[in-house]
């Protein structure tokens, strides 16, 4: 047989592209051709593949053999498909069998000796192909637990490159089958009775959790702004299973996944430094972008310390994400689009020096006010809740009246976000924080007694349409975190008071 083909998948970013691999073997001089865009990684694949196939006690064919991979004019990316180059092309010598090829698609990276190396976007990849109607895997077995995870695909896990021949030959008993999926325990998160006093700060991250909104933290240092922070994930309630395989495809292509917790079940946190650049932050590279924080912390929580001396650009690329909930990438090879609907948590200083209380500050107004200048009106308005926290002036009492605990506090936000979820389940919305301005001013609208106070707001100006509709949303979460059918006007004015500038 002169022709055969395989099947492979093409990622970019998390949407995957099936690709047929064909091999065809024909006179001339011995020599190896890979067509269809490959990529610097693709092209040395001739040579992996043909010691591969040598270590594994198989005679490579000395003839001239061209490697397709269509569509041709998808750019082909990474070491992915060696195992499918190297079974079409042994196929198509009529040194191994082929029907076993049909609707199994190969993804694995050939180690000169023969090895089958892990490779990323394993979840996605597979995705792809049970939306193109593959009906079987064949990957890498340190990457069998994240591909047991799709229902609807056989997968079947490989050490090295003579058990996928040997698969193909007709022992069934080759390749390894998956284990039974155990859940990995959920981490161990702080809690929230370790922060001294703040109550207010405490109870804008209830409101945050509780709505899924961004939060601002300003305060001198030593308050508890990134204690605060890092206690966040502790009253989120667990990821659904669509959720979870949302996230666990950035984090596969990302390349974070471990084969001891194929499946992240809990809200992720990212916590970048402040020194960090733009592409680490929203993602970047050559060729096709890879995922930045701001992905990685898609369905959960962005940390941003010290953000005012992240620096105004890598800010203000934030705003579009922060709106539509992802981020489109142009780089050489096309487009990448990847999800990143997070909650943004910022914290910073007051001014540069940061003394312990206000009061022994040394900075001049001008350079108080160039400080906060550094997060700019728009990325302002559309963060919901603003908040200060205040310096600490006693530890007596702290023990007789302890805080209340994370598990306490989580109890009150689940019951919020039930309320909020069953309101808008219709619609597809699952917190307040997604639902559009539009529908809460129309279809929800709260009466004019409500709504007095943030129509002074907007007619002074001290308030936008923008701001406006946050408001909204954030009354409707302190509606739900105290039972209530709809906002009143308590809520509004509360509401409105998370927005004061006077914070920032």
């Known amino acids: 047989m002169a022709l055969a083909r395989a099947w492979s998948v093409a990622l970019i970013g998390v949407d995957g592209t099936v690709v047929e691999v064909e091999a065809d073997i024909g006179a001339g001089t011995p020599a190896v051709h890979i067509v269809g865009l490959p990529d610097a990684a693709l092209r040395e694949a001739k040579d992996r593949v043909r010691a591969a196939v040598r270590n594994s006690g198989r005679s ?6 061209t490697l397709g991979l269509s569509p041709a004019t998808l750019p082909k990316l990474g070491a992915g498909y060696d195992l499918a180059l190297a079974c079409s092309a042994l196929v198509a010598a009529g040194a191994a069998p082929g029907e076993r090829l049909a609707n199994t698609v190969l993804l694995g990276e050939l180690a000169l000796d023969g090895r089958v190396r892990h490779v990323r976007g394993v979840l996605p990849g597979l995705l792809a192909a049970r ?9 890498p077995t340190s990457a069998l637990a994240e591909a047991s995870l799709v229902t609807g695909v056989e997968a079947v896990g490989a050490e090295r490159l003579d058990e996928v021949l040997r698969w193909l030959d007709g022992e069934d008993d080759a390749l390894q089958q998956p284990g039974e999926y155990v859940p990995a325990d959920p981490p161990r998160v702080d809690d929230l009775a370790d922060v001294v006093g703040q109550p207010e700060a405490r109870w804008a991250l209830e409101v945050a959790a509780a709505g899924g909104h961004h939060l601002l933290l300003v305060g ?5 702004k990134t204690m605060l922070a890092r206690r966040l994930p502790g009253l989120l309630p667990m990821l659904s299973m669509e959720q979870s395989l949302s996230v666990t495809a950035v984090h596969s292509v990302a390349g974070m996944l471990t084969p001891d917790a194929p499946l992240i079940t809990v809200p992720p946190f990212m916590a970048p430094h402040h020194s960090t650049s733009v592409p680490a932050l929203v993602g970047g590279g050559v060729g096709i972008a890879k995922p930045g924080a701001i992905s990685r912390a898609h369905l959960g929580i962005l940390f941003l310390d010290e953000a005012c001396e992240l620096g105004p650009h890598k800010l203000e690329a934030l705003r579009t994400a922060l709106e539509e909930g992802e981020v489109r990438i142009a780089r050489r090879d096309g487009v990448t689009c990847y999800p990143a609907r997070f909650q943004l948590v910022l914290a910073t200083n007051p001014c540069p020096c940061a003394p312990p209380r206000d009061r022994d500050c040394t900075c001049t107004p001008d350079a108080r006010r160039r400080y906060a200048a550094r997060l700019s009106g728009p990325l302002l308005d559309r963060v919901d809740i603003r908040v200060r926290t205040r310096p600490i002036t006693a530890m007596s009492g702290v023990e007789v009246n302890p805080p209340e605990s994370t598990a306490a506090v989580r109890a009150r936000v689940l019951a919020a976000r039930e309320r909020a979820a069953a309101r808008w389940a219709d619609r597809g919305w699952r917190t307040n924080a997604e639902v559009p301005g539009p529908v809460l001013r129309r279809e929800y609208a709260l ?5 007095a106070l ?19 949303r954030v009354a409707w979460t302190l509606s739900d975190l105290a039972g209530a059918a709809r906002p009143t006007a308590d809520h509004v004015s509360a509401a409105l008071e998370f927005r004061d500038r006077r914070v920032a």
């Open 454 to 472: 943030l129509d002074r707001g907007l007619n002074a100006g001290a308030v936008t349409a923008r701001g406006a509709d946050r408001c909204l």
């Open 220 to 224: 001198p240092p030593g308050t508890g």
């Open 60 to 65: 490579w064919p000395d003839k001239s053999i």
């Open 447 to 451: 009466p004019d007694k409500a709504t």
């Open 131 to 139: 939306r193109a109607g593959l009906t079987r895997a064949v990957v």
